[in-house]
């Protein structure tokens, strides 16, 4: 993700969440101020969403990334 395309995930994430599909947000360390505002946009998303949504996000070790992310997410490293 870069500067101005905080709208367009929304987006994608409220279109995926009723046809079903895949959305990946990568870098999302790089959206720092918009995080608190994705955690919350997931967590609206957790009742009645397609079988077939998923959200992939991609973020290198950071603090910005909340913790309720992480502790709903599935983590995958690479080293």
């Known amino acids: 993700l870069g500067q101005g395309q905080e709208p367009v995930a929304e987006k994608a994430l409220d279109r995926m969440?009723?046809?079903?599909?895949?959305?990946m947000l990568q870098n999302i360390e790089l959206v720092a101020r918009w995080?608190?505002?994705?955690?919350?946009?997931?967590?609206s998303l957790i009742d009645g969403a397609h079988p077939?949504?998923?959200?992939?996000?991609?973020?290198?070790?950071?603090?910005?990334v909340p913790?309720?992310?992480?502790?709903?997410?599935?983590?995958?490293?690479?080293e």
Do not use: C, D, Y
């Open 35 to 43: 995080l608190p505002k994705l955690e919350k946009k997931l967590e």
């Open 17 to 23: 969440f009723v046809e079903g599909g895949w959305v």
């Open 52 to 64: 077939e949504f998923r959200v992939f996000l991609s973020a290198l070790p950071q603090k910005a």
């Open 67 to 78: 913790v309720p992310i992480l502790q709903n997410s599935i983590k995958l490293t690479n």
